[in-house]
């Protein structure tokens, strides 16, 4: 059974580790947890470290998909993918942005692609140090 790492101690940065071995009910509680930062009406980033992953049954990589293309974003002052291979940036990058082309009127959100945790962390403090709108 695949095990997602939630790190929601330096909130507003949420940390969450995959294994790339998740099922659909293990991506569709890790939505569940998104949404539930969601409704706390604040600023926030999530950092993904996917550092481990090498394959994600594709139901559940689909609907993680999904529900980025979907989602209200308005309070997401960014993402941070740890990656360790070209391959997977190549993909991240090719998702992201159809993520975000799909619907132009939606606001959408900022997206980092980074080799380390230090990175996208500090990537994401920027973020949210910048002044924004969207409420």
Known sequence: MAQIYIDENRWP????????????NDISD?????????????DYCFVM????IRHM??????KLITWLMEAD????????????????????SSVVWMAKSMDRR????????ARSLSEAYEWSRMRLDKSRTGR
């Open 73 to 92: 974003m308005h309070q997401l002052a960014g993402t941070a993918a740890v990656v360790s291979s070209p391959m997977m940036k190549a993909y991240l």
């Open 49 to 52: 470290d996917l550092r481990e």
């Open 57 to 62: 049954p594709q139901d559940a990589r689909n």
């Open 106 to 113: 939606k606001r959408r959100f900022k997206h980092k692609t």
């Open 30 to 42: 890790l939505i569940k947890r998104l949404k539930e930062y969601q409704s706390r009406d604040e």
């Open 13 to 24: 940065i949420v940390i969450i580790t995959l294994s790339g071995s998740e099922t659909l």
